[in-house]
């Protein structure tokens, strides 16, 4: 019962500071204007992700003053704060790319420390267990997630959903789990942004911002390293998960760089964003992305935790029509 009460403090917190931050973000120059590549046709406040960063952070010290997070896991995860202030730096200046990726590289090299590197990744046919290459993969992956979730983050809605839809089913797969921090960080994210999605629904009152996307991406790769170390799930549970994600960001910058475009510099041609302008419509395509989760992705997820030895093909199986419908939706073009 505590529990609940706090989840539902947490969501009638985000509502209200979520509110708050509408009439707060113009004033600082958190402002979304549009441009030719937008999908949102007015200016529109921004910068509603430092709600969800600010109540995740505050209450995973609470857990660590309660000896339910250890004192270096607590660090991997509050290496977030570097990854929350950069965005919110870039959502008020707009950093380069050279600015922005030397400090992801430097956070995501920090989270893996602290973790202690990542562990073995089973592919079913072999594995990896050179630890020094799976600490370089673990890096990159989250560098790669940080700007992944910045990148999804396009029309109303798609990058609150998502993140609920994850945190709940990763909450629902370790729930049993004696190691209690997984469950609640979920639960507390879920529930965070489940009061900015208030505000963020079509049509969206105020943006999520970079300081929001960039931060949930850093946050959900820690979550996921942390979930791995303690044998709860596997990395193929976390790529079916988000998969619609890495998916669609996958092959659209494949396509991109075989195009001979510049793959660095942005862009609307993801398959969702493709298909918003098809159809005309943020709520539709939002709601698609969730259906294609809870009655596709989420099944093969549960599917990965009870096999874990055949988490790969799980995978394998979940992905590939995703990958279909990403090409029939012209991702990068």
Known sequence: MLIILMLFGIFVGAIVLTGGMRFIAPKIGLIAVPVTRSAHLVETPSGGGVVIATLYLLMSYAFYKRGIIPG???LAIF??????????????????????????????????????????????????????????MGIFALVWLVNLYNFMDGIDAIAGTQLIFVNVLSLMLVINNENQAIALLSAVLAAATAGFLVWNWPPA?????????CFIGYSLGVLALLSMHHGMMTVWTWFI????????????LFVRVLQGLRWQEGHASHAYQNATRRFKSHKKIT???????VFWLAP?????????ESGFYFCAIALCP????????????
């Open 205 to 213: 009152k105020i943006f999520m911002g970079d300081a929001g996307s």
């Open 72 to 74: 270096d896991e607590s």
């Open 300 to 308: 093969w997820a549960w599917l990965s935790v009870k096999h874990l």
């Open 287 to 293: 709601l698609v992305v969730l259906t294609i989760n």
């Open 322 to 333: 995703l990958v279909f419908l990403a090409r029939k939706y012209r991702a990068g073009s």
């Open 241 to 252: 998960l988000l998969g619609v994600f890495i998916v669609d960001t996958t092959v659209t």
């Open 79 to 136: 290496g977030a704060l570097l990854i929350a202030f950069m965005g919110l730096v870039d959502d008020v200046s707009s950093l380069s790319l050279y600015h922005r990726l030397p400090v992801q590289f430097f956070a995501a090299f920090w989270a893996v420390y602290w973790l202690g590197g990542v562990p073995d990744i089973d592919f079913s046919f072999f594995k990896i267990t050179t630890p020094w290459l799976l600490f370089i």
